[in-house]
């Protein structure tokens, strides 16, 4: 069958290919997610509400690079590309193609985890500092980090946190306890974690840092609503409920225009069978540098599918 050199030799050019992505694949970090938290910690007059635990063996001090060192080769050949002024149509997928094709650096003993979560508070939240200020969180027995990190949300009484550490690998197997300290009151909350790990390779490494809103799919689906992009709209349903799943029409007053959206942010222990559901209070206006004046007013539903992505399950209309 593949006695003619012009049939072998494509044949064993695609093999060759095959093993060296593999190869490549295998080297790439490992990533432990659990998902099952429904936990709900009072902070102060607020609430936190843990999302998920990631543990990772990229070594992220390694992957990085500060401006007093030496710029990566990878980020080398981009900078270049950019200089010679090719399209970023190529930009992306050479990248993408670079980072597979590359050795990262991995931890050995200590792996980084990282726990996500959102603080939602009964007032607004105006105050540029950080609400890290007002609590602690770690996982034991593990390292604690000298530092967390939080992103505002177009949310107006919530903000996304994270905190970080290092764990030995070898623990992944036990329990674990998290301890969450109220710092006012100098409470400490603690969880004991019996963890399933979905396990997964990190290829894609931009969205294994990104912060998760339970806003972020009603912002999405919203500016689709109003794109008139209904089924791109239902990418942020839940899976088993996008066929059905009914679409609130734009407002006549906002159709064709740019429009701004706020919301405020509360947690539902129970919404239609569904448990640790997110409310959405959304209001959908004109943008103004001044004030916002909202036209139109809808509740949303979301929970966090078996990915760990945020998905909306219901909605209303609460004109």
Known sequence: MFKSKWVRIPVKIILIGLVITLYFYFQHPMVYRCLDFGANIPIGDGQLLIHEIRVSNLDDQRYTWMDNEEMPWRVKVMQRMYE???????????????????????????????????FITPEDIYTSGSVLDSFSLYIYPARKSSHGSQREEPVRNAVMVFADGKINHQQLDNHLIMNIIDKESDRTTRLVITPRWQKERLINRVSYNQYKSPATPVRNFIYDIYADQPQRARDYVLTELRNNFPLPAPSAQLKGQDIKIASRLSWVDVYKDYLSVYRVDTEVGKPSENNFIPVQKLTFYTIIDQDGNFKIIDWKSAD
Not at 89 to 117: C, E, H, M, R
Request: a neutral charge; zero cysteines; charged letters at 10%.
């Open 84 to 118: 010679l002024g090719l399209s970023l149509n190529w930009q992306n997928p050479v990248y993408k193609a670079l980072v597979f094709y590359s050795w990262p650096p991995l931890a050995d003993d200590f792996w980084t985890y990282k726990i996500y979560g959102t």
